[in-house]
């Protein structure tokens, strides 16, 4: 069975640019989490989607920040304008039902310069 | 706010060695918790989930322990070999509306030499 995709894996990018991560969650997962690392920090959610719906967004600085589920399966996470900041590694997981466990893709490594 | 602590820091061991990884969390209400390895530029890879009313799990050479009352959970690895070096993470769920929204600790590199 296929793990959780994400692409690209690596993007580096000038500050003001935007830039936009794509997450495909394990077949039949309905629960779909985006999640910022810091260096040497564990990860932080971002945005928690229940099929379509953002049920937790509150952790999205939704400024420069946006995500997109359509379909309830492939999601996509943006940031416009990018800024030095947000260099960090963005992850993708997904799980079965909210709460169960939660499953992480390989993440995207952004770098801003 | 939950806040979880992870200790040691790091851990670097020689090959055969059982050892203990720690972590700790300030709210008891939690739905689950999950142990976590990384790798070096990989993503999370998920080892054992521990219900809320559960006390233990195994998965081969790893078992982990829930304390709930006393905000505490352990992660025993047997035999280690270096294939496990890596950085350990653990992380609770709240329960309620909130279950899924997992908070972390800042994972325990762990370097296991031959």
């Known amino acids: 069975e296929a793990g959780v995709v994400q692409s690209p894996r690596y993007k580096i990018i000038e500050k003001k640019q935007p830039v936009a991560f794509w997450c495909n969650p394990i077949s039949g997962h309905n629960t779909l989490y985006w999640y910022l690392q810091n260096l040497g920090q564990g990860p932080e959610l971002l945005i928690r989607?229940?099929?379509?719906?953002?049920?937790?967004d509150s952790q999205l600085p939704k400024d420069r920040f946006s995500a997109e589920r359509l379909k309830g399966v492939d999601s996509t996470l943006k940031i416009q304008p990018a800024e030095l900041g947000d260099s960090a590694v963005y992850l993708c997981?997904?799980?079965?039902?909210?709460?169960?466990?939660?499953?992480f893709g390989p993440g995207t490594r952004l770098t801003v310069l | 706010k939950q806040e979880v602590t992870q200790i040691p820091a790091a851990l670097s061991v020689p090959e055969g060695e059982n050892l203990v990884l720690n972590c700790s969390f300030t709210?008891?209400?939690?739905?689950?918790l999950q142990w976590f390895r990384q790798d070096p530029g990989k993503g999370l890879t998920s080892l054992l989930l521990i219900q809320s009313s559960q006390r233990e799990q195994t998965s081969g050479r790893l078992n982990a322990s829930l304390d709930k009352s006393s905000g505490r959970s352990t992660l025993y690895i047997a035999a280690s070999q270096p294939g496990d070096s890596a950085t350990y993470l653990c992380a609770v769920s709240p329960g309620g509306t909130s279950y899924g929204k997992l908070t972390f600790g800042q994972g325990t590199i762990l370097t296991v030499h031959p």
């Open positions: 709210d008891s209400a939690i739905y689950n």
């Open positions: 997981a997904s799980s079965s039902i909210p709460g169960s466990e939660q499953f």
């Open positions: 989607y229940e099929n379509e719906e953002a049920v937790d």
